[in-house]
């Protein structure tokens, strides 16, 4: 079965850090992009970052420089390292698994998907 499970969402002041985890099993990560994305009440999810098979990263626009992405082909795990945290960061944050190798734009297809975990950002 294909699983895929956020962790270390929560409530931060501004300015604050927050590191995501999405773990994954049921199929071979090292095939597939992971990407994260967002959603905020009465907004359309949006693609956060992304990182191929080989490592390489993407960012959105906005939150280049805020946030890193990560991954452990061990522990077939990827991380969001989330910093200077803002407001409008405020939304549930999920992983996802494409069967594409690389991520080179963060709209390709997605196919396995987290429930999510909800980032909360206080002013």
């Known amino acids: 079965e294909v699983q895929l499970v956020e962790s270390g969402g929560g409530l931060v002041q501004a300015g604050g850090s927050l590191r995501l985890s999405c773990a994954t099993s049921?199929?071979?990560?090292?095939?597939?992009?992971i990407g994260w994305f967002r959603q905020a009440p009465g907004k359309e999810r949006e693609g956060v970052s992304c990182v191929s098979s080989d490592g390489s990263a993407h960012y959105a626009d906005s939150v280049k420089g805020r946030f890193t992405i990560s991954k452990d082909n061990a522990e077939n795990t990827v991380y969001l390292q989330m910093d200077s945290l803002k407001p409008e960061d405020t939304a549930v944050y999920s992983c996802?698994?494409?069967?594409?190798?690389?991520?080179?734009?963060?709209?390709?297809?997605?196919?396995?998907w987290g429930q999510g975990t909800q980032v909360t950002v206080s002013s």
């Open positions: 996802a698994a494409s069967w594409y190798y690389s991520c080179s734009a963060l709209n390709i297809e997605y196919n396995y």
């Open positions: 049921g199929f071979t990560f090292d095939d597939h992009s």
